[in-house]
């Protein structure tokens, strides 16, 4: 699919899925909102006790791999040592 294409369906898709969770909850009724914000709760505390990530379900771009700062700290713990500085930043 061409670029501007999908750029195009991207941002409808975005302006959709923006505009579809207030009307939902504009069209709900008072019992309907306080029964699907009652399973929302029950869903997040199931998954704190099992500890499951909340964001188990889709990767979180922001989170750090722990993997990759620790070879990084080996590599530049290396580094150092081969070139016999303590400053990290001018061997790096």
Known sequence: ?????????VKAGRKGGKIGGKARVANMTPEQLSEANRKAVQTRWAKAKSGKSLGASRPNRNRVNM??????????????ESSGSTNIEKTV
């Not at 699919?1 to 195009?8: H, I, N, Q, R």
């Not at 993997?67 to 150092?80: D, G, S, T």
């Open 1 to 9: 699919m061409p670029g501007e294409a999908l750029a195009f369906f």
């Open 67 to 80: 993997n990759a700062v620790v070879r990084f700290h080996k590599q530049a713990e290396l580094l150092r």
